[in-house]
């Protein structure tokens, strides 16, 4: 595999040439979840668009939770940038299973407690149901 040095060179086209997947996966995102909301919203109805929009806030919390592995970046980068590559797996292994570990345990607690959540956060009753069935 080859790498970049990220290191040494003008910074702004590293950055701009680091950043644009990030953004493009960004936009990715939000158009999946336009496209997401106008056929649920056309073809099933405001209660339907409605269930999605409260489960929506679930599934966030699920995904914010697994991305606590994320913090390992700045360690990883440092052991990169010092060429500590040994060092640097093993961070990356240790990130990746609590990632894993992280992502089991959200989604068992977030099964088990997902209607708690939904009454929590006021999920009108004519949603209730299916934005519970979504959030499973």
Not at 67 to 92: C, E, N, S
Not at 121 to 128: D, G, L, N
Request: charged share 10%; aromatic share 10%.
């Amino acid at each position: 595999a080859t790498s970049k040095e990220m290191t040494s060179g003008r910074p702004f086209p590293l950055i701009f040439n680091f950043a644009l997947p990030l953004l493009l996966g960004n936009l990715l995102q939000q158009t999946y979840s336009l496209v997401d909301a106008a056929i649920v919203g056309q073809f099933l109805g405001i209660n339907d668009l409605a269930a999605v929009g409260a489960s929506t806030s679930v599934v966030f919390l699920i995904l914010a939770f697994a991305t606590v592995a994320g913090g390992f970046g700045i360690p990883v980068a440092q052991k990169f940038g010092a060429r500590d590559y040994g060092t640097m797996r093993r961070l990356v292994s240790v990130s990746l299973q609590l990632a894993v570990v992280m992502s089991v345990v959200i989604a068992i607690v977030t099964s088990l407690f997902c209607a708690d959540i939904l009454k929590v956060m006021r999920t009108p009753e004519t949603i209730f149901r299916n934005a519970y069935y979504i959030c499973l």
